[in-house]
């Protein structure tokens, strides 16, 4: 009997919130949403948001992925979609985040500069001078309701993203690595959009219009694997979160994965990792 794959890590817009982001973008400082949860916000991720935090005053922790990592005054974070994250702050801790929607940065970030690339990693650095500047600007247009809004904060939008984008790529964040092929990174969505339907190399090259073997020709060239590889990982990436990030049996992560047979998932898990998901599980607790 087959079941309903499903994910199990929470998908917020904004934390707590399903509903779309309700503006071009969205402010507010960190002690707005944080105070209601008691200064801590759960592991969970963005599926169309891109944040920017700012840490001003006060300190705390961050969770990326599965790593902790501390938080001090003067620190600018960058949380690209997808990446699994939740905070731990000191109270009374001040500073902003803002919210890209990801139909902005698809509209902001042209093919072939880079940027892109660049700001898909997740960051934590020193605070950029120039992009603290600017991101306090865009809390203020935010707040304000005064004529040609939409647009200010259209324009410090992309201000913010290309300040922080050339402060990541001076501090190391970026690979010189070429941009990805434009088919590439419709494979890449389409990978993040079906990975729970298994689809197959030959279901998603016929979804981007090409032959199964000139989509694997392409990611071994961009990525030294095959396209199946790359789907693999996908599934996989999934796994090792909601291993790390709840307490759900393995069996209950593989039917939410889409898997059929538990025995069939740690198979395909401990190929690709090298661990069972119960190795990995006792692992980590062992960390």
């Not at 890590?9 to 919130?17: A, D, K, R, T």
């Not at 501090?171 to 990174?185: K, R, T, V, W």
């Not at 199946?228 to 209950?252: F, G």
């Not at 401990?270 to 069972?276: E, I, N, P, V």
């Amino acid at each position: 009997m087959s079941r309903s794959p499903a994910p199990l890590i929470p998908n917020y817009n904004l934390f707590g919130e399903a509903g779309d982001l309700p503006d071009v973008v969205h402010c507010e400082t960190i002690e707005t949403r944080s105070r209601l949860h008691d200064w801590e916000l759960a592991v969970h991720r963005h599926a169309r948001l891109h944040q920017v935090l700012l840490l001003q005053e006060g300190g705390g922790e961050a969770s990326l992925e599965g790593a902790r990592l501390a938080l001090p005054p003067g620190t600018l974070l960058n949380v690209p979609r997808g990446v699994v994250h939740g905070f731990r702050f000191e109270p009374e801790t001040r500073g902003l985040v803002v919210t890209f929607a990801a139909e902005m940065l698809d509209q902001t970030l042209r093919p072939g500069e880079g940027l892109r690339e660049i700001l898909a990693e997740a960051r934590v650095m020193p605070a950029d001078p120039e992009a603290t500047q600017s991101l306090t600007a865009l809390l203020n247009a935010f707040s304000g309701r005064d004529f040609a809004r939409a647009q200010i904060l259209r324009s410090l939008a992309g201000l913010v993203l290309g300040q922080l984008a050339r402060a990541m790529a001076g501090s190391g964040a970026a690979s010189d690595a070429a941009p990805a092929p434009e088919l590439l990174a419709r494979f890449e969505a389409l990978i993040d959009a079906h990975y729970l339907q298994h689809w197959g190399v030959a279901d998603y090259a016929q979804a981007l219009a090409v032959s199964a073997a000139h989509l694997s020709r392409l990611t071994r060239a961009a990525t030294g694997r095959p396209a199946s590889a790359l789907i693999e990982d996908r599934l996989v990436r999934e796994a090792r979160r909601n291993l790390v990030y709840t307490n759900l049996p393995v069996s209950r992560i593989a039917y939410a994965l889409g898997f059929e047979d538990p025995a069939y998932f740690t198979r395909v898990f401990t190929r690709a990792t090298g661990l069972s998901p119960r190795a990995f599980r006792q692992r980590l607790a062992q960390a």
